[in-house]
């Protein structure tokens, strides 16, 4: 089976083949940063205009990088949500078209199970059961994962999500937009201890995580500062070891919870490198592995819609002619691909 995979959710146009006897054939990918940077933000409406300038060339694009042909393509796969409504409209009416005009079966896909599900497309991946965690802009998700569709959310942010929580944090201390890489990549030169901020909701039980604090509270801690240099690379260090300290302690709790020895981390946020080195240390005390994709399938991608894709239409699921866009979409209803139970 080879399945055209689309992503179109957000800000980045995400196109990829992949066959189920030879894995990932070829991708193309773009980003809407420089659209976006100078509003300090994704605008929805340029979004979507982006994306159907952009994802027509970048599908000939794959195609052609793939070696294959258009006849090949025995499915397609596109991000029906959760997502920004314009945005998603783009891929989920090319997808499903295309589809149609190819005479192939089409799948709408939640933009988060492709998340969970990219590590799959590395060496030596993750088999289920596993404990997966999901950072990125829209989501900070604790999810116990038996199979494909069989998840339980453990836990979820009650405000900000951590991608988000670092990008308004990264705008305070004046780093243009997106600003968690360029906040993580300043930490970097930050002097750990100097401030401590806070590790939200760690001393009361539960999985749940809370962030929106932690950005006033780097506004706070910066308004009070001298604002040098130092100060803000100091403060985006203390903003770092606070998120990434609060994950470690919420994944601890939750394979404590659940008896579960392999964590996924996906999403934006799993490219972040001190959390990844964080997280490997809690897994090697803990005796498990963790798992993650290339940071390249870290960040939005078409690679991991094409595999998510491949796994449910092979089971045999697949959509109507009409076109899926669900911007608000729980994990959990989700069909579960009984090839797993
Ligand atoms: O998964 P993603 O590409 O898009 C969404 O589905 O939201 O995640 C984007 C988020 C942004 O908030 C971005 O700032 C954050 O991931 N991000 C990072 C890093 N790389 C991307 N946050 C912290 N450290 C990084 N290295
Ligand atoms: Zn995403």
């Known amino acids: 089976?080879?399945?055209?995979?689309?992503?179109?959710?957000?800000?980045?146009?995400?196109?990829?083949i992949y066959d189920s006897a030879r894995g990932l054939l070829g991708d193309a990918l773009y980003s809407q940063i420089d659209v976006h940077a100078k509003y300090?933000?994704?605008v929805p409406e340029l979004a979507s205009r982006d994306h159907v300038r952009k994802l027509l060339?970048?599908?000939?694009?794959?195609?052609?990088?793939?070696?294959?042909?258009?006849?090949?393509?025995?499915?397609?796969?596109?991000?029906?949500?959760?997502?920004?409504?314009?945005?998603?409209?783009v891929g989920a009416t090319a997808g499903r078209c295309m589809a149609w005009t190819w005479g192939v079966p089409a799948i709408g896909i939640h933009h988060m199970e492709g998340h969970l599900l990219a590590p799959m497309l590395e060496v030596d991946p993750p088999g289920f059961p596993f404990l997966?965690?999901?950072?990125?802009?829209?989501?900070?998700?604790?999810?116990?994962v038996t199979g494909i569709g069989a998840y339980r959310v453990l836990g979820d942010s009650v405000d900000d999500a951590v991608g988000e929580a670092f990008d308004k944090t990264a705008t305070v201390l004046g780093l243009s937009y997106p600003g968690g890489p360029a906040l993580a990549a300043l930490a970097l030169q930050g002097v750990a201890g100097r401030f401590t901020f806070p590790r939200p909701m760690t001393n009361r039980p539960g999985l749940d995580f809370s962030f929106s604090?932690?950005?006033?509270?780097?506004?706070?801690?910066?308004?009070?500062?001298?604002?040098?240099?130092?100060?803000?690379?100091?403060i985006a260090r203390a903003f770092e070891d606070a998120v990434v300290d609060t994950m470690v302690?919420?994944?601890?709790?939750?394979l404590a919870q659940t008896g579960l020895q392999t964590l996924v981390i996906a999403g934006g946020v799993g490219a972040n490198v001190r959390l990844r080195e964080r997280l490997g240390e809690l897994m090697t005390t803990e005796g498990g592995r963790v798992c993650y994709p290339r940071p390249a399938f870290c960040t939005d991608n078409g690679a991991m819609i094409a595999y998510a894709g491949y796994r449910r239409l092979q089971a045999?699921?697949?959509e109507s002619l009409s076109i899926k866009a669900t911007p608000r979409w729980s994990l959990e209803e989700l069909p579960v691909l009984e090839t797993n139970l």
Request: aromatic letters at 4%.
């Open 1 to 16: 089976m080879i399945v055209l995979g689309i992503e179109t959710s957000c800000d980045e146009t995400g196109v990829a």
């Open 57 to 89: 060339p970048m599908v000939d694009q794959a195609i052609d990088k793939s070696g294959v042909s258009k006849n090949d393509i025995t499915g397609v796969a596109y991000t029906a949500g959760p997502g920004l409504v314009g945005a998603l409209l």
């Open 213 to 234: 604090g932690l950005k006033t509270f780097a506004l706070n801690t910066w308004r009070e500062s001298d604002q040098t240099d130092q100060d803000r690379a100091d």
């Open 316 to 318: 045999g699921q697949h």
């Open 132 to 144: 997966a965690l999901l950072v990125s802009g829209g989501h900070t998700l604790l999810v116990e």
């Open 40 to 42: 300090g933000g994704v």
């Open 249 to 254: 302690i919420k994944c601890r709790r939750a």
